[in-house]
């Protein structure tokens, strides 16, 4: 419930808060060449883009996936072109900060601290690697093939990407260039592709406007399942009537991303969002050597060699206990947000007979978004499971098939 809780406060609307800022920056760079694009101006396009995609999102499931599918194409083939011009880059010889005298000289000593920030923003740059776990109901054949698979092709062909893309930006910028710019592909075309330039920022918007797509995508899957199991309020358990997507979620998730817009650091809650992440990734990870252990026979659609999470577990143990001691107020922080979910878990969960007044007010409530947003439980959803069928079986077919 905690993570749950914390995923819904602050995690994926920070998240999501983040590419649609990085998103609105690179569409208004080429207007504001000279200068970081006005406040307002970013906030605004970036809550536009928003709400376009939550109404995507909940008008159409394929529509999403289809989005998806297609700016990742898009994503995928302006990250290979400056893979591409960084490698002629270096086979002219202009890989001057790549060298290792350069590439290993520090122009600022890093404490423990500064290293200990760097691997928690750089776990928040590849949080995606566990995304695709919270859709497995709506894969075709998730367990035997279609999940892993796509877990072992993404996060190489990922890592690879990021890589090398950060190789050829060296090939032009060097590291005080690369962290005062403002969009780094368009301040690297602008170097490089010359009358081609536009390129770079209209490729880096499609690419975060896809990437915004699979968040709301996502982590309204995550709301919605939290619900289903009773964690969070039941509206949000709900699918549309005819376009079947769970609209409360959708909504829950980007009015949560509007408020962070609105009134948050967005940047400096990055850190505290990687070390929740971090910590959460952690204790499942103990969680499945556990049951490994003591339930070694219990049925398992997916496995893997202990090997993998016990190196993990490793590498997470290393960095926790650096930022534990390097960033404590960092880490205080995170550790408050999470905390902030146990007051309401138990008013809210562990609190069973609350007065009847407190359940009308809730049922009510319900009620008013259901008729709001025109959804209902999905079939053999909460309420279908809680329902009698001597019940059911008393109303006239009509009246059945309405409700």
């Given at each position: 419930f905690l993570l749950l809780w914390s995923a819904v406060l602050i995690m994926y609307p920070t998240s999501l808060a983040v590419i649609a800022l990085t998103f609105s920056n690179y569409v208004l760079q080429p207007v504001f060449p000279n200068c970081i694009p006005p406040y307002n101006a970013s906030r605004i396009l970036s809550m536009v883009c928003l709400l376009l995609l939550t109404w995507v999102n909940s008008s159409s499931v394929r529509w999403a996936t289809r989005i998806q599918d297609i700016f990742t194409a898009g994503k995928l083939l302006a990250l290979a072109l400056i893979i591409i011009v960084g490698f002629i880059q270096i086979f002219k010889g202009n890989y001057k900060e790549l060298t290792p005298s350069n590439a290993f000289n520090f122009w600022m000593t890093p404490s423990v601290g500064h290293l200990a920030l760097a691997f928690l923003q750089g776990s928040f740059a590849f949080s995606g690697w566990n995304f695709l776990n919270y859709v497995t109901e709506e894969l075709v054949d998730p367990r035997r093939q279609n999940l892993p698979r796509a877990i072992f092709i993404s996060i190489?062909?990922?890592?690879?990407?990021?890589?090398?893309?950060?190789?050829?930006?060296?090939?032009?910028?060097?590291?005080?260039?690369?962290?005062?710019?403002?969009?780094?592909?368009?301040?690297?075309?602008?170097?490089?592709?010359?009358?081609?330039?536009?390129?770079?920022?209209?490729?880096?918007?499609?690419?975060?406007?896809?990437?915004?797509?699979?968040?709301?995508?996502?982590?309204?899957?995550?709301?919605?399942?939290?619900?289903?199991e009773g964690h969070l309020p039941s509206l949000l358990a709900m699918i549309h009537v005819k376009h079947c997507t769970p609209i409360p979620a959708l909504l829950v998730c980007c009015m949560a991303t509007l408020v962070i817009m609105l009134v948050g650091d967005t940047y400096t809650l990055i850190n505290y969002v990687s070390f929740i992440n971090y910590l959460c990734y952690g204790v499942t990870i103990i969680g499945l050597i556990v049951l490994r252990c003591k339930k070694p026979k219990i049925f398992r659609p997916i496995k893997v060699n202990l090997l993998i999470p016990i190196t993990y577990l490793a590498f997470w143990a290393f960095l926790l206990i650096f930022s534990l001691y390097s960033e404590p107020i960092v880490c205080g922080v995170g550790l408050i947000i999470i905390l902030t979910g146990v007051p309401v878990f138990f008013l809210g969960i562990y609190w069973r007979n609350k007065p009847k007044s407190v359940n009308r007010l809730i049922e009510s409530m319900t009620c008013w978004g259901q008729k709001l947003c025109f959804v209902v439980y999905p079939q053999g959803g909460v309420a279908a499971e809680e329902e009698a069928p001597s019940a059911r079986s008393r109303q006239p077919a009509s009246e059945t098939d309405t409700r």
């Open positions: 190489p062909l990922v890592t690879f990407v990021y890589t090398f893309t950060n190789i050829a930006y060296f090939t032009a910028m060097s590291p005080q260039e690369l962290l005062s710019s403002n969009a780094v592909a368009v301040t690297f075309g602008e170097k490089l592709l010359g009358y081609f330039s536009w390129v770079m920022p209209v490729s880096v918007a499609l690419s975060t406007f896809g990437g915004i797509n699979g968040y709301l995508f996502t982590s309204s899957r995550l709301c919605f399942s939290g619900a289903r």
